[in-house]
């Protein structure tokens, strides 16, 4: 923006009250946009990760909102397009389209009226992105390309869809909420390209990478423009929930701290190291140009001991009654909730052990999440309820003692506990420690243990940057800046500018958008 290369946003900051948002520990759910398609904070929802853990059959998958859009209570006439964790379903009054090309839908595709799925691919076809919008392309420099040329030219088709929905297909609305998600599938997929700091900016993809960024940049600036020069007299709130950054957690949650905590529970690896990975330059494994990342991981995970080959080996006869059938499946199944498999996340390879460990690590898209096998909850739970505070301080010193590989530092910047809760009460969505991730280490050594890795990176970008932003442009409206508040702000902001009650559920407060209140 600063290099005049974003005019529509610069245009559009320079009459709107701007803000600084920081969503708080739950940034680390996820769910950044449940908490707006419904309104509601994980305190109040009861969701703090999309990954549901069944403490029965120790399975995992993950799962979509069930939660009730904060639109469905509106009086406003609402248009949607694309807005993730909305569940039209549960807002019988609100109109438009779902899931057509949503970073993380949360959703099914679904539309109403029902025929309007039907007329935006008429008009607009499929999403141009669908297929490669969570690709690791960093491999490749002409797969870095493809992907940036077709994110900008979904967000182009998504600009005049979105226009085409809010002006001629359903002109008669009070609350537009559009979403364009192409930005976090370019930063995840693109970051090496614009971070000099990364340790991949170096390789071949990286200038493509910084393009397809900085193009993905311009066409979601002139989305913006065209959207605000569309509708004139309508005021506009432009927000993201939170910040982004260098990617810190793929390799380190969704791999290293398993084995970590596998190595510890068994004494022996199931994580195989690489010789040539091992032996990087620098320390930084890299992948073939047509390599995929799990294709590649995946095979290092030992296949060959079923838990009952390594119940007849390691672990004493009383206590082999723990390891019971292999319980490796599918998500169940479920009515009106869109749930998925995590079979192509590492973590759930170590499923099959869990009901033997004391401890084992959730599978999670951000930091690291550590459940323990209490007893009482856990239905093969080994830890008393008496032991648990010891036992959380023991995987603390255990992850604590970890050193980055490449760089020798600590792996971890600070864990988090649920002090002062009843840990047998804790949610199928909550862990008893979230470990947060300093640096991005591709592998652990412990001095115990031993080195576990070096992994090549998955994403190169991620969810680190510390605060997002919201522009509130309007009459009545007074610009400036007006620092920092709660992510949460955003809705009840909506809804005030709607002239709406403030529903209950809501969490957060207005940010006071009057004039005079802005002006204090």
Known sequence: MAEGALPGLRSLRSRSARFLLDHGAAARSGLAWEHVSSGQSPEVSGRWSAVYFDRDSYQVWQEGTSLPPFAASLHARTVVFDPPYFDLHQAPSVRGVTNWGAHDAGVPYSGRPVELTAEIHARFGAYPARDCMYDVVWPSQDRTRELGDLLVRATEVRARAACWLLKERCPDWDLGLLVAGELHSAIEALWHGIDPTHPLHSLPSAAAAADGLRNVYRATDAL???????????????????????????????????????????????????????????????????????HDVKPLISPHLTPRDLARRLIPRKVRRILRRNRYGTAPDSVGVLRLPLDWMPTRYYQPYWHAMRFFALPSFYDGRVRINLAGRESEGMISAADYDAVCDEVESLVGQCRDLRTGESVVDHVERCRGRDPLKL??????????????????????????????????????????????????????????????????????????????????????????????
């Open 427 to 520: 949610g199928p969505t909550e862990s008893d420690l979230v470990i947060v991730w300093r640096g991005a280490a591709l592998g652990f050594e412990h001095p115990g243990i031993g080195r576990i890795g070096p992994l090549p990176y998955r994403r190169t970008g991620g969810h680190t940057g510390p605060y997002g932003m919201a522009y509130l442009a309007g009459d009545g409206i007074a610009a400036g800046d007006y620092g920092v508040r709660s992510s949460f702000d955003v809705v009840p902001t909506i809804v005030e500018l709607l002239g709406e009650k403030l529903p209950q559920e809501l969490g957060g407060q207005s940010l006071q958008v009057s004039a005079q209140d802005l002006r204090g």
């Open 224 to 294: 913006v423009a065209d959207l605000v020069s569309a509708f004139p007299d309508a005021n506009v709130v432009a927000f993201a929930m939170g910040g982004m950054g260098a990617n810190r957690s793929d390799v380190a949650s969704m791999v290293l701290l398993s084995e970590l905590l596998y190595r510890n529970a068994f004494r022996r690896p199931l994580l195989r190291s690489k010789e040539s990975w091992a032996n990087a330059p620098r320390g930084i494994p890299l992948l073939d140009c047509e390599s995929d990342w799990l």
